[in-house]
């Protein structure tokens, strides 16, 4: 951060300075791209994929105080330039767009609303969104599920890790209850006693009435 503090000194235009972001973040810092959901093991090993590397660009936002925010697409994200948090993203000339930039981070380019709205697909209200400072913690607590592994050596280690992923849902669906996938991804986690089967039920219905076809 404090090497991106020098590089981005007297820079104000969003395209200058996520370019910068990207030199600075892949060139001086040898991050490589891999499939590493989990901030922490990222920073060590250096290798990042879209959701940790654009972590990286919001956490530098967050301190150089850029409106840098994060967006989810079904299996990708990426930031946005954004100051309202209003972005539209099915229509472009609305004067809450302007001056508004994507930036595929892990690609490394801006890229336009279109070329992640062009397919209809039923994927509920956060598709696209500007994610707010909780729903971007929602999005690490998801990754960390994702990575999480469970022990099936014994029944014991089995209960124990999906416990722990199912607390690591839990408080991702508290500070996002929009996001349908979460509580998909929670129906497996509980279990096969009446009040599991309830639960997993409730997180069914849930993630079907969030999972809506947005219109295009």
Not at 16 to 44: H, M, P, Y
Not at 88 to 117: C, H, L, Q
Not at 118 to 123: G, I, K
């Amino acid at each position: 951060i404090d090497r991106a503090k020098t590089t981005l000194k007297g820079k104000a235009d969003p395209m200058s300075i996520f370019l910068t972001l990207d030199n600075t973040v892949r060139s001086e810092f040898g991050f490589s791209c891999a499939d590493q959901l989990v901030f922490n093991i990222a920073l060590k090993t250096r290798e990042i994929d879209c959701d940790t590397l654009s972590y990286i660009y919001v956490s530098i936002g967050e301190v150089m105080g850029y409106p840098v925010r994060l967006v989810w697409i079904p299996k990708h994200v990426f930031v946005r330039w954004d100051p309202d948090g209003k972005h539209d993203s099915f229509n472009k000339d609305v004067p809450v767009n302007m001056g508004d930039v994507n930036w595929d981070s892990r690609a490394g380019e801006s890229i336009d609303d279109s070329s992640y709205t062009e397919d209809t697909e039923a994927v509920g209200s956060m598709f696209m969104k500007s994610m707010t400072y909780e729903e971007a913690l929602s999005d690490i607590y998801f990754n960390t599920y994702l990575s999480y592994k469970v022990d099936y050596s014994s029944s014991e280690s089995e209960k124990r890790d999906k416990k722990t992923k199912l607390g690591l849902l839990s408080k991702a669906i508290d500070l996002n209850p929009i996001w349908y996938l979460l509580y998909d991804a929670r129906v497996s986690l509980w279990d096969s006693s009446s009040e599991g089967m309830k639960k997993a039920d409730d997180d069914r219905q849930k993630a079907k009435e969030l999972r809506v076809f947005v219109e295009r």
